[in-house]
């Protein structure tokens, strides 16, 4: 009996995490209600719950996918992949002003390359302070930095270790987790409650995933004009990491 | 009919996802290039266009709107499905650098200014069925401001 549903929830894999998903929000906001009496939104609950999921999930799997690695929660990788993800982000554009976009455009466009930098730099800077000296290595930690997409870009492309590839991978990862937990907690400190404000924060992060899970904690209306700016990121991180800056760190350091 | 507006959203993701390969082909760089941006201002300008045009009734918007509304759902699926054990691997370096890059971020988004208009418009129909917007509205009157 118990082996046949087993069977049945592996079988359909993705209706079972749309299960599981409704589940899992359900109990968030009612934590939200009870326990925080609103003040820590819902859908912030249920992504820190899906975090912590994850890592128990890799740690008991080995796997690269969190929960999404355990045969019975499978489904979960297909519903939070990069199809349906972008699928749903698209979605969010559905009635948004193009006027909106435009008036904050060019801050975008500003904050889009200031996020390059700044998250760069951060990384040559704490790359340095741990010890390394060598320019690719610097660069590739910096460009994992900027979002873990860029990362092996740009290692690949200036010959990086794989070591030093997977260690700018975690840099970003730690990046959209962090954005994930951190925004809903700042936003109203930094005037993140408007489009325009959204559309600069979604350059200056970049990490896609991050921004579009801490806008969604933070006031789901924001989250299609901190997406558009977001997307553009790593192609200009790609960009940017492997040529220009390489060369600026090479004649640093 | 529903399938029209999934479909008016399936083609919007389809061909600005294949113009953002092409713009990272014609720059040379190994990545898409803003894919997902491009058919987001698609669906803006098309849907803007139907909708003027009073072409999109509300059983082909609901096409649309589902997928809207599965957007945190699904944003709960991608964080359970992320390797955060790799990223704890990773070890001081790799949270020392995220935490100052994503320090330095939050810190220069005031730098910006603040816009005028405070809110977004109350009437924006992007997400107003949903009744998570709702809730975050209402929870965020009920909040002391500091």
Redesign the interface.
Known sequence: MLESLLTQLEKQHLIAAFALVGGAMYLSYIVSDKLTRGRVHGSAIAIMVGLILAYVGGVATGGTKGLADISLFAGLGLMGGGMLRDLAIIATAYGVRFQEIREAGMSGVVALFLGVIVSFVAGVAVAYAFGYRDPVTLTTIGAGTATYIVGPIAGAAIGASSEIIALSIAAGLFKSILVMIMTPMLARHIGLDNPRSAMIFGGLMGTTSGVAAGLAATDPKLVPYGAMTATFYTGLGALLAPSVLYLAVRAIF | MVIYGVAL??G??LV??WA?DV??ML?D?????????I???L???I??YLSDKKKLPASTESG?????G?????????????????????????????????G???A???L?G??S????SSE?????Q?P??A??????H??P??
């Open positions: 959203l399936a919007c993701m600005g996802l953002g713009l990272g720059l760089i190994d990545s898409n290039v803003g894919g997902v941006g058919a987001m201002l669906l803006i300008f849907g803007g649309i709107t589902f997928w809207n599965m957007y945190i759902p699904i944003v709960v699926a991608m964080a359970a499905s992320q390797n955060v054990a790799a990223a704890i691997d990773g070890g001081l370096i790799a949270l020392f650098a995220s935490l100052v890059a994503v330095a971020s939050f220069l988004i005031p910006f603040r816009s208009k405070k809110k977004p924006a129909p992007s997400t107003a949903d998570l917007s809730r975050s509205v209402a929870s965020s009920s909040r401001t500091r």
